[in-house]
Every structure is written in C-alpha cells, then in structure tokens.
C-alpha cells in the first residue's frame, strides 16, 4: 500500500490571475487586498474582465501540497471538482504535477468546479474574488481511510470548517493518520474562519491536532486579542507544534519550551503575493517531513515564501532544492 510524505485536504480552485490597476478595481466595487467570497453570477462577470489571465490548480492547502511535491516527496490532495472543463483542467494538472489526486471529477454535480479570480496591482497585492462551488461539499466519503491512514504528515484547510461534514471529515482523517503513526495539523487560513468556528477550532488543536499554522491575525483570533504573544503562548499551550507567520517581521515557531524567532528573507519587492503562506507552509512541512530541526523548518519556509512572491502564481518556479543547498540547509 503506497505512503506520503504529505497528504492534503482542502478545496480545489482554479486560480486565475490577472493583472489590473486601482482604477479597475474601484470599477467593478472589488475590495483591494482581501479575499471575498462570490456567487456565480459574479464569478462570470470577473472571468469576463479579466484582460490577461494566468489559469492554474489552486486552493491554499493545493499550493503547499505541489510545493512539497516539488520538492521530491510523496504527496496527495483530496478535494472536489465537478465533472465539467476546469474540473478536469484540475486535475489533470495536479496529477501532471506528480500529485496524487485522489478523487475523480464528480459526475453530475450540483455545482460547478470552484475557481477564484485573482487581480494583482502593480505593487504586487493582490485581490481575491472565490466561488467555491463544488469544492465545499466535502465529507468523509471523500476521505479514504487508506489514503489518510498512510499519511506521514495530514494536512487540513481552514476553510473546509464552514461545513460540518467537513469538520467531521477533518477529525477522521486526523485521527486516521495519528493511528497510522503519522502527525496532522491545519491552516486556519483566514482569521474570520475562526471567528465563525472557534470554539471548533479550538476543539480540534487541543485534543486532535500536532500543528497548527497561522499567520498573526488568524493566531490572534484564536483568543480574541490584539496580545500576539499572550496568542501564541496560548496557541502552543493546546498543540505540540505552533507556527505564526508574521509577514516582513518574520516567523515564530514554539514546540514546548523550544521557541524560534527568525526574521524574514532580505527584502524582495514582491511581483505577486499569492501563495506567500501556501509556499512557506511548504518549505516547512518538507522540512517537517524529513526531520529537520526547528530553526532549519522556518528558514526552508521563509526560502519558498520569498521565491513566490518573486513572481505572478501561486507555485515555485525556481528549484527550491538548489536553493536549500546554496544556503547549506540540504
């Protein structure tokens, strides 16, 4: 029975990334720098006004996914797609990315495959318009258990949380992949999740997860305080492992009485911040995986949060393994 280094479950979206100016986005009353969920009618009317578009497999926990993969380590993703163009456009792209995709392309699905119109300005930020779609509807049946239980490292989206056949799912597969003898951990990818689910959230990083990432708002939000360090002292009370992403500050890791501040890669003007926390989750994880000591998990992580956002999308063009090796981490 095949194993991985990293199993993930979250939503697949297409991303599809165009270029624009505050003008454009004054116009069609999209608000700068955040992401806003959309129904269908508006996810049409966005596609249509995209002049250039960049079409790519995406979904936050997909990204860290191919970066992991990337990277050489075995890897799977579970999510939905509906069995129409872009669902297939998913996932064959996944699976040409050396990923696993373990669920085919539902056949008559009530909705269609989600995707995500993402409009970045010159000074690199970036807009973000999603349509879920399909892609919510995920629950334990689309969990195999040989899948999960076979998982070195589980994991989970935030985003699934606003579903309670997805919370269910997300508790099974953690507790697949624990009796496995593997770890599992979550995103909490937006600080609003958590404001929606918090007593759920944290239910599952007390008593079902090894790791938690956040970036500092979502950290923050876990406790309802502007007090970061009283969150993530807090935070790291509950789980094992905790990660804060703190932007240009930097990353904070704390794993018992271990604590690791890092500072941030030299400054690099980002092109496109898609995919800044995806791609460090992914240096990260691989770091995770392989064993590597704390300190050298952040910096694999930082490395690959500053490569993507050298550049438009969400995945790593340049070869992260030599990279690792120029700054002595491989």
Known sequence: MKTYDLVGIGNAVVDVISHSDDAFLDNMSIEKGIMQLIEQDRAEQLYGAMDDRLQTPGGAVA????????????????????????????????????????NPPVADGDQPTSRCMIFVTPDGERSLNTYLGISTGLTSDDVPTEVAGNAKLMFLEGYLFDHDAGKTAFREAARAAKAGGGMAGITISDPFCVERHRADFLQMIEHELDYVIGNEAEIKSLFETDDLEEAMTRTSALCPLMVCTRSGDGVTLIRGSERVDL????????????GAGDQFAAGFLYGLATGRDLETCGRMGNLCGAEVI?????????????????????
């Open 63 to 102: 990204n860290t996914v191919a970066g992991v993969g990337a990277l050489g380590l075995n890897t799977a993703f579970i999510g939905r797609v509906n069995d129409d163009g872009l669902g297939h456009f998913y996932a064959d792209a996944m699976t040409d990315n050396g990923i696993d995709f373990v």
């Open 263 to 274: 500072p941030a890669p030299a400054r690099i003007t980002p092109v496109d911040a898609t």
């Open 310 to 330: 050298s550049h438009v999308g969400p995945r790593p063009e340049a070869d992260m393994m030599e990279i690792f090796r120029r700054e002595g981490l491989v």
